[in-house]
Each structure stands twice: as structure tokens, then as C-alpha cells.
């Protein structure tokens, strides 16, 4: 036997190795790296939403705060008067209750549209006094740091800022009523712009709370007549 024969040459490193293997651990070793970032990625997205809601936030009460101060900035002396009594004039909604209770002197759609109204109106000041203004506890403006003029001024409310009531109460009656009955629609619509408005002019309200207050507005309006037309229902007898 030759001495090429005596001694078998076992295999060297590697040898035996199926070709591709080295390459498949790598690409299991991206995929994990992939795995484990997209994961990352996952867990930070919350993280990641919360600061750009923050951000917005921000940006808009700077927004907001710019408004604020422009109007106050801004010499109105032929509206201060005007403003500032209706301002006060809206104060627990007399203004909507006046024009309710005329409403309701008249039969047929005249006294449905101040049902419907007045109860859009306990809707909107329950919603925004027991639950807006103690969710948000935004503080009212600093009317003197913005000099605010002294012939706007009205009592500075004690509740939060954020959403206005004033708006609110004014703008659900006008919904709701406006429906009911179309034509003291745009009337009514006008004046809770002009009250919204004063709310702004007086300093008592950003004009964020006021946009606030319309939405619950709008929204209470739509509430009241859906009760409405649920009553109306059950009361017709069945056929």
C-alpha cells in the first residue's frame, strides 16, 4: 500500500458546507435587524403622535393668542359701546330667551321653534359648564397684559375660558329655532355671530373658545331637534 493511501485526508474548515449557508445566516440576521427596527418603529409611534398632537397644540394657541391681541390692539371706538351690551345683554342667554318667549306667543311652528330652541340651549350650557370648562380649566385671558381698552370691558368671568357658553347657548337657539322655523334663521344666526364676537371684543374669551362654543352649538342645536322629532313620533297614535 503506498503511503498516499495510509493517511486519509479528512476535511478541511468549511468543507462540506452547503455553498449558500453563509448567505441565508446573513440574510436572517438583516431580517431580524429589520424585525427588531420596525418594533422600534411601533412602539415609538404613540410616542411620536403625542408630540405632534403637543406641537399642534401649541401652534395653535400661539395662533390663537396672535388673534387674541390683534383685537384687542385694534381702535374700535364706534363698536365698544354696542359690543360691550350685548355682551352683557347675553349674559344667562336673555337675549335667546326674549326672542323665545315671543316666538312662543304665536302657535304652530312660532312655538315649536322656541321649544326647540330653549332646549337646544339647556343642552349646550350642560355641556359646556359641567363638562367643557372643567375637562379643559383653560385660564381666561390677561385682558390688562393685552390692553384691552377700559370702555370694553364686562365682568371678567370666574369659570374657564375654554369653550364659550355664550356662544354656545346663543348658537345651539339659532340652530335649533332656525330650523323649526327658517325665517328667523339667518336673524338668528347673525346675532350669535355678533354675540360670539363681542365675547372676543370684550377680552373676556380667546377666539378659539368662542369656535369651540359654536361647534357645541351646532351640535346641541342638532341634539334638541332629534329629541324633538322623537317626542313628535311617540305622540302620534298608532296606526
Do not use: C, Q
Amino acid at each position: 500500500m503506498s503511503d498516499e493511501n495510509m493517511y486519509e485526508t479528512g476535511p478541511g474548515p468549511g468543507a462540506g458546507a452547503e455553498p449558500g449557508a453563509g448567505r441565508d445566516a446573513g440574510a436572517d440576521a438583516a431580517a431580524d435587524a429589520a424585525d427588531a427596527a420596525a418594533r422600534v418603529r411601533l412602539r415609538d409611534r404613540p410616542r411620536a403622535a403625542v408630540f405632534t398632537a403637543r406641537a399642534v397644540l401649541h401652534d395653535l394657541r400661539a395662533v390663537d393668542g396672535a388673534l387674541y391681541a390683534a383685537v384687542a390692539a385694534t381702535p374700535t371706538p364706534a363698536l365698544d359701546v354696542g359690543l360691550r351690551r350685548l355682551s352683557h345683554a347675553a349674559d344667562h342667554s336673555k337675549i335667546s330667551f326674549a326672542v323665545a318667549a315671543g316666538l312662543a306667543l304665536l302657535p304652530g311652528r312660532p312655538r315649536r321653534a322656541a321649544a326647540a330652541g330653549v332646549g337646544a340651549i339647556a343642552i349646550a350650557s350642560a355641556t359646556a359648564n359641567l363638562f367643557g370648562k372643567r375637562l379643559v380649566r383653560r385660564r381666561r385671558p390677561d385682558r390688562e397684559a393685552a390692553r384691552v381698552v377700559v370702555g370694553r370691558h364686562v365682568p371678567m368671568p370666574e369659570s374657564a375660558s375654554f369653550p364659550s357658553g355664550h356662544t354656545a347657548s346663543a348658537v345651539a337657539f339659532a340652530t335649533a329655532a332656525g330650523v323649526v322655523l327658517p325665517p328667523v334663521a339667518v336673524p338668528l344666526g347673525l346675532l350669535a355671530s355678533a354675540v360670539g364676537y363681542s365675547r372676543v371684543h370684550t377680552g373676556v374669551h380667546y377666539p378659539g373658545d368662542v369656535a369651540a362654543g359654536a361647534v357645541l352649538g351646532l351640535a346641541s342645536g342638532a341634539a334638541s331637534l332629534a329629541v324633538g322629532a322623537s317626542l313628535m313620533r311617540a305622540r302620534r297614535p298608532a296606526s
